[in-house]
């Protein structure tokens, strides 16, 4: 089965993106003392994020032939900034941060669930948007420093003239679609908002929210290693869906 999947990704796969195998940055949210969201069994946003990042890296190492680099590959707390500086150091073909959803209150938790996949915008596409990158950039006290530490006014411009910006929605929905039908969970769509660890990246972009920790089968479901390797193989499959469709697109500017 897998051997078979992956001669069909290689044939469909046009050369040049095959030379080396496209390198891809994985940034498992929070770490350390920041444990991002909590499901009520106790699970922990930063571990789910970890797990799953592992999970994924072999995916696509195994599926695309990708060299995969993780932002942390243990339990610490990583600046959103670094993870920025790191990636651009690598000159990636794109960027992915992995994240879980949550609720604050507890009527909303039994309600919510879903996947949702960002890529940057100055203004958030609604108010829950806005609410998820407050949760998710609360890490940062204040104005971000270094790589993610320009104005938002700045990237704004930047970002609507730059080309990875058009291929980080490619990417988003790329992604967000495979997961949402290999998991049949409910599809909270591809939105946009400013997350601070997308600032500044030269890279596609995105960011996934894999589920809602704080929902009650969502949240049991996401701490099953199955319904993670579904989730690691969707991510995979989109990831390889896009760069199919940038390379096509590149190769016949050439
Ligand atoms: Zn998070």
Redesign the pocket.
Known sequence: MRSSRLLALLVLLPLPALAGGPVIILDP??GGEQA??SAPSGLK?KSL?LTLAKKVKKSLEDELGATVILTRDRDALVQLSERVTLANGKKPDLFLSI??NSMPTQKQRLINEGIETYFLSAAASGEQAKKVAA??NAEVGGQPKGAAGDTLSFILADLQRSEAHHDSSRLAYAVHEALVQATGAVDRGVQQAPFYVLMGLDAPAVLVEVGFISHPQEGKRLAEDEYQATLAAAITQGVGGFLRQVTARDGQKE
């Open positions: 949210g929070h991002g969201a946003e994020a994240h879980a949760r998710e």
